[in-house]
């Protein structure tokens, strides 16, 4: 049985403990309330979070620009490809006929304008012969009006035959007629040669238009020739091959996609509420679930969506009909990528992302300024197909021109 001292100290020992405990969870809960509200007050209320948020990239589709039977396919899904690497080839043999019937009405076209170009020295020399007719026939005239002119006083007193006055009158008349013969010539001739001038002024062989319009027919079916070979347009990597060997495609159809994952962005959906204090300019850590907390990703907010999500969804809500519930709605925030880290961490097309902005920078503007100045994507891939079909063209007008030259 326990003594009663010993009751009496227990009693009075319970409450001293209970009270210690209360305090020390009182202590605990205001370190806590405060290390939380000094957080939210220097950090915190300048945080925007949202995990709503997904890797983006560009994504190419790869689609033929001329109609053909597919003979080889150059690369499959997850490949990595460089520019200019051919994906996909179609058969070339109506393509390479079109070309050779374009090449040889070409050359005889250039021909041919030669040959108008040549016509203008021979008809200006028809012209001269019937310039010099024309003077000829007017000294015939002249001479036969002279001797028409002397005798005419000399017929009244007959020292003149009638017979003789007969025989000048009808060669004034037979030259009078030849003048007008040769003036109608020489107008023909005149004519002729105005109509080829008009052909060939004001131009060149090689510039004329009948040249020109046979070259751009062999530009293009040196495109279309070039264009059965379907080469990477970007750096990237294959996805939804849909085409097979053998497979009659037409131009436009989709082939396959092609990934460029080296300068992916984020598109974080932020809530209508949270957009007040978002800036272009304002920097951003984000991590994504395929590796985890471990891995942080910084970027930067470069623009924001000009509408929200529902506005741009391919069948938009129709609030103006029915029951009406209010949805909250949500606006892209693209965020740009530290491509270092991108490239030591690679991301896919479609991945989850956590994204945190700090918007205590309020500085930059809410929508883009200024226009952009450079292109958001460019290839050199086809810059060299027009390059090699003008340099085709040249080489086609100076054969054709050259065998004038070695004719004449």
Same mark, same amino acid.
């Given at each position: 049985?326990?003594?009663?001292?010993?009751?009496?100290?227990?009693?009075?020992?319970?409450?001293?403990?209970?009270?210690?405990?209360?305090? %020390?969870?009182?202590?605990?809960?205001?370190?806590?309330? *405060?290390?939380?509200?000094?957080?939210?007050?220097?950090?915190?209320?300048?945080?925007?979070?949202?995990?709503?948020?997904?890797?983006?990239?560009?994504?190419?589709?790869?689609?033929?620009?001329? =109609?053909?039977?597919?003979?080889?396919?150059?690369?499959?899904?997850?490949?990595?490809?460089?520019?200019?690497?051919?994906?996909?080839?179609?058969?070339?043999?109506?393509?390479?006929?079109?070309?050779?019937?374009?090449?040889?009405?070409?050359?005889?076209?250039?021909?041919?304008?030669?040959? *108008?170009?040549?016509?203008?020295?021979?008809? &200006?020399?028809?012209?001269?012969?019937?310039?010099?007719?024309?003077?000829?026939?007017?000294?015939? %005239?002249?001479?036969?009006?002279?001797?028409?002119?002397?005798?005419?006083?000399?017929?009244?007193?007959?020292?003149?035959?009638?017979?003789?006055?007969?025989?000048?009158?009808?060669?004034?008349?037979?030259?009078?007629?030849?003048?007008?013969?040769?003036?109608?010539?020489?107008?023909?001739? &005149?004519?002729?040669?105005?109509?080829?001038?008009?052909?060939?002024?004001?131009?060149?062989?090689?510039?004329?238009?009948?040249?020109?319009?046979?070259?751009? +027919?062999? +530009?293009?079916?040196?495109?279309?020739?070039?264009?059965?070979?379907?080469?990477?347009?970007?750096?990237?990597?294959?996805?939804?091959?849909?085409? &097979?060997? =053998?497979? +009659?495609?037409?131009? =436009?159809?989709?082939?396959?996609? *092609? %990934?460029?994952?080296?300068?992916?962005?984020?598109?974080?959906?932020?809530?209508?509420?949270?957009?007040?204090?978002?800036?272009?300019?304002?920097?951003?850590?984000?991590?994504?679930?395929?590796?985890?907390?471990?891995?942080?990703?910084?970027?930067? %907010?470069?623009?924001?969506?000009?509408?929200?999500?529902?506005?741009?969804?391919?069948?938009?809500?129709?609030?103006?009909?029915?029951?009406?519930?209010?949805?909250?709605?949500?606006?892209?925030?693209?965020?740009?990528?530290?491509?270092?880290?991108?490239?030591?961490?690679?991301?896919?097309?479609?991945?989850?992302?956590?994204?945190? *902005?700090?918007?205590?920078?309020?500085?930059?503007?809410?929508?883009?300024?200024?226009?952009?100045?450079?292109?958001?994507?460019?290839?050199?891939?086809?810059?060299?197909? &027009?390059?090699?079909?003008?340099?085709?063209?040249?080489?086609?007008?100076?054969?054709?021109?050259?065998?004038?030259?070695?004719?004449?």
């Amino acid at each position: 049985m326990t003594p009663p001292a010993e009751q009496n100290q227990n009693a009075n020992t319970q409450p001293q403990q209970r009270k210690k405990s209360l305090t %020390v969870i009182a202590v605990a809960v205001a370190i806590a309330v *405060l290390g939380w509200g000094g957080h939210y007050w220097f950090t915190g209320r300048y945080v925007e979070h949202t995990d709503n948020a997904y890797v983006q990239a560009n994504v190419v589709q790869i689609t033929p620009q001329v =109609g053909g039977t597919v003979l080889a396919i150059g690369a499959d899904d997850t490949d990595r490809v460089k520019a200019g690497q051919t994906l996909v080839k179609l058969d070339d043999a109506d393509a390479r006929v079109a070309l050779d019937q374009a090449e040889a009405q070409l050359a005889q076209t250039v021909r041919e304008v030669r040959t *108008l170009f040549a016509n203008n020295q021979t008809l &200006q020399a028809q012209v001269t012969a019937r310039e010099a007719e024309v003077s000829k026939a007017l000294n015939d %005239v002249a001479r036969a009006q002279d001797d028409v002119s002397r005798r005419a006083p000399l017929l009244a007193s007959g020292a003149v035959g009638q017979e003789e006055f007969n025989h000048v009158t009808a060669q004034l008349s037979t030259a009078k007629s030849a003048l007008a013969a040769a003036r109608s010539g020489q107008a023909a001739a &005149q004519e002729q040669l105005g109509s080829n001038q008009s052909l060939t002024d004001g131009t060149s062989v090689a510039q004329h238009p009948n040249v020109a319009r046979a070259a751009a +027919r062999v +530009r293009e079916a040196y495109l279309a020739l070039k264009r059965v070979d379907l080469p990477a347009p970007v750096d990237g990597y294959v996805a939804k091959r849909s085409v &097979q060997v =053998g497979q +009659r495609v037409q131009a =436009g159809t989709p082939l396959m996609s *092609l %990934v460029t994952l080296d300068h992916p962005w984020v598109d974080a959906n932020f809530k209508e509420g949270q957009l007040q204090r978002v800036r272009i300019g304002q920097p951003a850590t984000l991590t994504a679930d395929v590796y985890g907390q471990k891995v942080v990703f910084h970027g930067k %907010v470069i623009g924001l969506g000009a509408g929200t999500g529902a506005a741009f969804a391919l069948l938009p809500a129709q609030n103006a009909t029915g029951n009406w519930i209010k949805i909250v709605q949500r606006v892209p925030v693209r965020v740009a990528l530290n491509p270092d880290e991108v490239s030591k961490h690679p991301l896919r097309v479609g991945l989850s992302m956590d994204v945190e *902005l700090d918007v205590s920078d309020q500085n930059g503007p809410a929508l883009a300024e200024t226009p952009r100045s450079t292109p958001v994507a460019s290839t050199a891939v086809f810059s060299a197909l &027009q390059h090699d079909a003008d340099a085709l063209v040249q080489r086609i007008i100076t054969a054709n021109l050259a065998h004038a030259h070695r004719g004449a």
